[in-house]
């Protein structure tokens, strides 16, 4: 199975960029469908952003487009979320997720695999 880690998540100012990694686990990370998805406290998770494990075709939400990219290095067994103009909006626990061989879908239950989260704060 795969391990997921998660990590470049702080404190910015808003307008500010960060960028998050998520390290797996685990010798076919190429054939993982990789996303990111965000919670707020007392809020549902939302999906934020997926990469294909087949065409690397990308995802996101309408509300981070254009201002997040997700990309990865299958060669590092990463995926990164770089975040830029950032606004307190975006305040939230950033959590990596991984399926094998699926299309990127929204709805969290697509995903089996799940890292523990890093925080991204935001302040106005």
């Known amino acids: 199975q795969v391990q997921l880690v998660e990590s470049g998540g702080g404190l910015v100012q808003a307008g500010g960029s960060l960028r998050l990694s998520c390290a797996a686990s685990?010798?076919?990370?190429?054939?993982?469908?990789m996303a990111w998805f965000r919670q707020a406290p007392g809020k549902e998770r939302e999906f934020v952003a997926g990469?294909?494990?087949?065409?690397?075709?990308?995802y996101y939400a309408d509300s981070v487009k254009g201002r997040f990219t997700i990309s990865r290095d299958n060669a590092k067994n990463t995926v990164y979320l770089q975040m830029n103009s950032l606004k307190p909006e975006d305040t939230a626990v950033y959590v990596c997720?991984?399926?094998?061989?699926?299309?990127?879908?929204?709805?969290?239950?697509?995903?089996?695999?799940w890292g523990q989260g890093t925080q991204v704060t935001v302040s106005s």
């Open positions: 685990g010798r076919t990370f190429s054939s993982y469908t």
């Open positions: 990469i294909s494990w087949s065409d690397g075709s990308t």
């Open positions: 997720a991984a399926a094998y061989r699926i299309l990127v879908r929204v709805g969290a239950p697509s995903y089996p695999y």
